[in-house]
């Protein structure tokens, strides 16, 4: 299921360590950190390779992530808003991620734009449950779901290239 | 000019008048019932359910107006058990049942391959597209209504709270949850709430390929929570790959839906009202018709720390007496056997696979493992050793201004 390349991409994010989810006030702190700092590493190592594709922020309690992705195709950039919750079962449970303009325009996806990532996702996050963070989840979960399903909303077209991105 | 706005205002008047009439005679069928009557009479809506009564099948029917149910996920399994419950509740003078129904969504026509909604719904809220239904049904039923998705942290504690105060009586919790959620956060997520104010629930769900379902009994502590055993269990018999379709997310079947349901509701109703066996889990394979039954312990190990109390509250707990089966003779049923005929037990001893299962996700037959679960580390153990490291002296504030800044 996992190639060679995000194996490579994969061992290169920290691992996080401490289980704590956002109702654990005292040490949610903690693995926020580490959210943050997974999150960080694995966007410089992205620079570093030339292949940039997201940004993320969250609200001061790191319940709710906003950001934007992009994916690239024929040299053009296509650019999305990225929105999702921290589960209150979570890290048992991943993040949903959403794309909300593409709502409604993929059968892959559930409602309010959540990308499908019951077959290639959650049973990998299954497995590696306290360790993966959500910048793993942005690389098994999102970075595979875009370059499927971009190039053939592309093809379909479904979406087009904005000049402005 | 005023007398064409004279004119105009008389025609609103006749018309929200119209209006209003239709509303009366349209939305309510029938008025409220002052007192459940056991007699069986066509204008009786209830006599046939009465008659469970006299037939002893129920001891006393009319407990069901005592009862509050709460519903998660009002789709296509959630709408016809509300539906169901709806027409099972029944009212005397100042109890009435009580429906709370939890659901985000709203009605599509993509829904309208299943049961209950109707496509002049589309567009409005599940849980309001239900009301309106349900109270048209039996405007007995006293309904709440929730229109929140509960798995995000704010709305996860107005959730407890409801679940805990809206039950019969303010400020009782609800006798039974329903979960007829269709993902797994959700479903964890009614397991966090039923384990940390220990609520009996019942969950529910059809496969993704629509050809099985299942419910479950969760009682915390007594029997497995939906923690102790994740998803790692798959009915066998079938290989899912061989159904799904290719750009299809989920497949649905109103008949499969239909059937879980009608389980979920059968069993709900045999723990409300006290008779018969309750299910602790029931599975229903479309394909062969295969009605897995059984029960599961709760996993010593769970990861939910409130399962793991209550399963310390349980032990504590003395257990009711279980009626002792009566001594069968040791004497032979036959005196002689000239044909050497002997039965063999069923359910003799098979070495190879008791020593494979794992004793806390007791796996009986007809289901294997899908994976194995990842190995325990202590990492609660260590939380300073790790913040220690790395962490400690950087404050949060400066690793998200240093995020925003990328």
Redesign the interface.
Known sequence: MVDDSTRKTLSSIPLL???AG??EKD?W??R???E??A??KY??NN?ASGSDWF????NK???KWFGKCWYMHNLLKYEFDVEF?????YP???P?IALPELDGKT?????GGKI?L?DHF??LW?????KFGIAHAMALGLAPWLAVEVPDLIEKGIITYKDNC | MPSAIDELQAMIAELKAELEDQKTTNRHARDRIERMSAEVVDSNPYSRLMALQRMNIVKDYERIRDKAVAIVGVGGVGSVTADMLTRIYTFKRCGVGKLILFDY?KVELANMNRLFFTPDQAGLSKVEAAARTLSFINPDVRIETHNY?I????N?DKFLTTITESGIQAGQPVDLVLSCVD???AR??I??ACNEKNLFWFESGVS?NAVSGHIQFIRPGDTACF?CA??LVVAENIDERTLKRE???AASLPTTMGITAGLLVQNALKYLLNFGEVSDYLGYNALNDFFPKMTLRPNTQC?DRHCLLRQQEFQARPKPVVEQKEEVSDEPVHASNDWGIELVSEDAPATESTSKATDSTQVTAGLRL??EA?EKET??AT?QA??GE??AE?S?ED??A???S?
């Open positions: 360590q401490m289980r956002p109702r040490v702190v903690q926020l950190k580490e943050y700092q999150l960080i966007v410089e620079k940004r993320l922020e969250s309690e790191g319940t919750d921290i589960p209150v079962t048992t449970t991943a949903e059968a892959k996806m559930y409602r499908c019951t959650k049973p299954a497995r590696n449950v306290p | 969504d998705n798995t995000t942290v704010d996860f993902n797994f956060e964890m997520t397991n966090a993704e923690a994740p998803p750009g299809v997310c990861d899908a994976y990842p990492t609660q939380p790790a913040a790395a962490a950087v949060l690793l998200m240093q995020m925003k990328m």
